[in-house]
């Protein structure tokens, strides 16, 4: 199979900052691989979780790197590709779009879509959170009227760990809860929290009826989550601290769910792996996203029936987008019924 690769830059409508950063703009790889007449599409976005921060440069230079190497193989041929990839030390991100591409090829070899390919109920699927990153208290009501104006939102995840400390966060994320009291609200710390301001705000998020906190200890300090789980009612989430499937069993016993990303899993045979994994191990499932565009939000949406939450936003903030596919009905991100992903050049982007 061959394999193209394509640069794209993307920019966000509202500029999102988290407990590690601001983001308005992210440059993004698309990859293509083409066999027997059909054409496959992938997405690879960079991100900075982990040990080895995956920049739009390293992710392009792995892809040309592995790609004469991949050129033997069909891509009915996953599993060995796989085993190329895992040698080769390739990051994730390109094993996400590498794997996306090639179920894409397929669902348009057999003429169906992913979803219906896998026997999945496209109605099960759950409304997807839609974020409002760190802000002042007037910021973070503004973002949400923004957000109630833009598109159909049932669901508010609201980033916390503010450096400005836990009341700033609580201003916050009352001033949120103030300008949609009708919506569900979720809490991401991205790790911002200690032990002791973890134990404070969740206790406090549980009685204001926030759903569940996600990552509140940063990635490293996994140890200190099962004195966490003691000492609060809010169901936890790890992000950060959980990448693939192997790192399940080891947090099993100390969160409630795992929050799954295509890119730092490594695609969706991966995501697969990892939905039975927490499954086997009686946690919640979550699938979310990082800057990614339509092309991959899509990909995810066809595994959507299987998450209990949703958090696949990013291609819902974008001004851009360069690709059109799942579409957003009743505060949901459904795929369509094209074969493979569905996706396809937006008019802008042609």
Same mark, same amino acid.
């Given at each position: 199979?061959?394999?193209?690769?394509?640069?794209?830059?993307?920019?966000?409508?509202?500029?999102?900052?988290?407990?590690?950063?601001?983001?308005?703009?992210?440059? =993004?790889? $698309?990859?293509?691989?083409?066999?027997?007449?059909?054409?496959?599409?992938?997405?690879?976005?960079?991100? *900075?979780?982990?040990?080895?921060?995956?920049?739009?440069?390293?992710?392009?230079?792995? +892809?040309?790197?592995?790609?004469?190497?991949?050129?033997?193989?069909?891509?009915?041929?996953?599993?060995?590709?796989?085993?190329? +990839? *895992?040698?080769?030390?390739?990051?994730?991100?390109? /094993?996400?779009?590498?794997?996306?591409?090639?179920?894409?090829?397929?669902? &348009? /070899?057999?003429?169906?879509?992913?979803?219906?390919? $896998? @026997?999945?109920? /496209? =109605?099960?699927?759950?409304?997807?959170?839609? *974020?409002?990153?760190?802000?002042?208290?007037?910021?973070?009501?503004?973002?949400?009227? #923004?957000?109630?104006?833009? *598109?159909?939102? /049932?669901? +508010?995840?609201?980033?916390?760990?503010?450096?400005?400390?836990?009341?700033?966060?609580?201003?916050?994320?009352?001033?949120?809860?103030?300008?949609?009291?009708?919506?569900?609200?979720?809490?991401?710390?991205?790790?911002?929290?200690?032990? &002791?301001?973890?134990?404070?705000?969740?206790? $406090?998020?549980?009685?204001?009826?926030?759903?569940?906190?996600?990552?509140?200890?940063? !990635? @490293?300090?996994?140890? =200190?989550?099962?004195?966490?789980?003691?000492?609060?009612?809010?169901?936890?989430?790890? #992000?950060?601290?959980? %990448?693939?499937?192997?790192?399940?069993?080891?947090?099993?016993?100390?969160?409630?769910?795992?929050?799954?990303?295509?890119?730092?899993?490594?695609?969706?045979?991966?995501?697969?792996?990892?939905?039975?994994?927490?499954?086997?191990?009686?946690?919640?499932?979550? %699938?979310?996203?990082?800057?990614?565009?339509?092309?991959?939000?899509?990909?995810?949406?066809?595994?959507?029936?299987?998450?209990?939450? +949703?958090?696949?936003?990013?291609?819902? =903030?974008?001004?851009?987008?360069?690709?059109?596919?799942?579409?957003?009905?009743?505060?949901?991100?459904?795929?369509?019924?094209?074969? @493979?992903?569905?996706?396809? !050049?937006?008019?802008?982007?042609?």
């Amino acid at each position: 199979m061959q394999i193209q690769v394509e640069i794209f830059t993307v920019n966000k409508r509202f500029p999102l900052t988290i407990s590690r950063g601001t983001t308005a703009q992210t440059t =993004n790889v $698309w990859v293509r691989i083409s066999h027997d007449g059909i054409e496959g599409w992938g997405e690879a976005s960079p991100f *900075t979780v982990g040990t080895r921060p995956q920049s739009t440069e390293s992710i392009k230079d792995a +892809l040309l790197q592995v790609a004469p190497s991949l050129q033997a193989f069909s891509p009915l041929q996953r599993q060995e590709i796989e085993q190329v +990839l *895992t040698k080769a030390l390739v990051p994730s991100s390109v /094993r996400a779009a590498l794997d996306v591409a090639m179920h894409d090829w397929l669902g &348009k /070899r057999v003429g169906l879509p992913l979803w219906q390919m $896998w @026997g999945l109920d /496209r =109605n099960a699927i759950v409304p997807t959170s839609v *974020t409002i990153g760190i802000n002042s208290p007037e910021g973070a009501r503004a973002r949400a009227r #923004d957000w109630l104006q833009f *598109t159909d939102v /049932r669901v +508010l995840k609201v980033k916390l760990g503010s450096p400005d400390g836990i009341a700033a966060d609580q201003k916050m994320l009352m001033a949120v809860r103030e300008e949609a009291p009708a919506l569900e609200l979720y809490v991401d710390a991205n790790g911002g929290w200690s032990l &002791k301001d973890a134990v404070l705000m969740c206790n $406090w998020l549980a009685d204001i009826g926030v759903k569940y906190v996600e990552q509140p200890l940063p !990635r @490293g300090q996994e140890e =200190n989550l099962l004195e966490l789980k003691k000492r609060i009612p809010l169901p936890i989430f790890v #992000d950060e601290s959980c %990448f693939n499937s192997s790192d399940i069993p080891k947090l099993a016993n100390c969160v409630d769910g795992i929050n799954i990303k295509l890119m730092k899993s490594g695609g969706l045979t991966e995501a697969m792996r990892m939905v039975h994994t927490a499954r086997s191990h009686k946690l919640q499932v979550m %699938f979310g996203c990082y800057s990614d565009s339509t092309l991959a939000n899509t990909a995810f949406s066809q595994l959507a029936p299987l998450a209990d939450y +949703l958090d696949l936003d990013s291609h819902l =903030n974008l001004i851009d987008d360069p690709f059109i596919g799942a579409f957003v009905q009743d505060g949901r991100i459904l795929p369509n019924d094209l074969p @493979g992903l569905g996706v396809q !050049r937006s008019a802008s982007g042609a």
